[in-house]
T-cell receptor, first 115, second 111 residues
Framework: GDSVTQMEGPVTLSEEAFLTINCTYT??????LFWYVQYPGEGLQLLLK?????DKGSNKGFEATYRKETTSFHLEKGSVQVSDSAVYFC??????????????FGQGTILTVHP | DADVTQTPRNRITKTGKRIMLECSQT?????MYWYRQDPGLGLQLIYY???????NKGEISDGYSVSRQAQAKFSLSLESAIPNQTALYFC??????????FGPGTRLTVL
């Protein structure tokens, strides 16, 4: 079945540091890929998405590129802020597979940014 | 107003009690979902519904039931709550093939 694997956390950075959170996936067909963010005490919000190979999703300074050859969708940001502290989830939606378009999530990565 | 609302936001109950969590959406989406979040495990799908007459079990449906009362409403029930059902519960909605939008979550504690 479909699966998503994220890098182990938590990740602790200083403000203005470079961020990478790794995400790899296993899926049949051509899934869409997502990054969701969960701020403390809140629900999940869509951060960015990519629907086909080589697409780059971007939002709020975050970027991720859909790499089919390496089955990856790593999240990056050039200069993090304290306000980026949150839990980040990588997910896939495989409408073309047997999962009927459901989201499959990674386990989440906790990011803490210090001033 | 929020597009996806959940009630209650917090609930403490005792083992064996019946609990209902409710979800409403104003996005006009056909598809609705219930997820459970446990620390370190991400979100796991409990049930999903593609329209009022189409309800399906997810990865961890045992001990849960759902009701899709209308396009906009999808409730989750725990018939006899047990302590290992203590978790954060999220409702989500989507259009076909589209992005899922999440509610704010319900924190459930079963003593």
């Amino acid at each position: 079945g479909d699966s998503v694997t994220q890098m182990e956390g938590p990740v602790t950075l200083s403000e203005e540091a470079f961020l990478t959170i790794n995400c790899t996936y296993t899926a049949t067909g051509y899934p869409s890929l997502f990054w969701y963010v969960q701020y403390p005490g809140e629900g999940l919000q869509l951060l960015l998405k990519a629907t086909k190979a080589d697409d780059k999703g971007s939002n709020k300074g975050f970027e991720a590129t859909y790499r089919k050859e390496t089955t990856s969708f790593h999240l990056e940001k050039g200069s993090v802020q304290v306000s980026d502290s949150a839990v980040y989830f990588c997910a896939l939606n495989n409408a073309g597979g047997t999962s009927y378009g459901k989201l499959t999530f990674g386990q989440g990565t906790i990011l803490t940014v210090h001033p | 107003d929020a597009d996806v609302t959940q009630t209650p936001r917090n609930r403490i109950t005792k083992t064996g009690k019946r609990i209902m969590l409710e979800c409403s959406q104003t996005k006009g989406h056909d598809r609705m979902y219930w997820y459970r979040q446990d620390p370190g495990l991400g979100l796991q799908l409990i049930y999903y519904s593609f329209d009022v007459k189409d309800i399906n079990k997810g990865e961890i449906s045992d001990g849960y039931s759902v009701s899709r009362q209308a396009q906009a409403k999808f409730s989750l029930s725990l018939e006899s709550a047990i302590p290992n059902q203590t978790a954060l519960y999220f409702c989500a909605t989507s259009a076909q093939g589209g992005t899922q939008y999440f509610g704010p979550g319900t924190r459930l504690t079963v003593l």
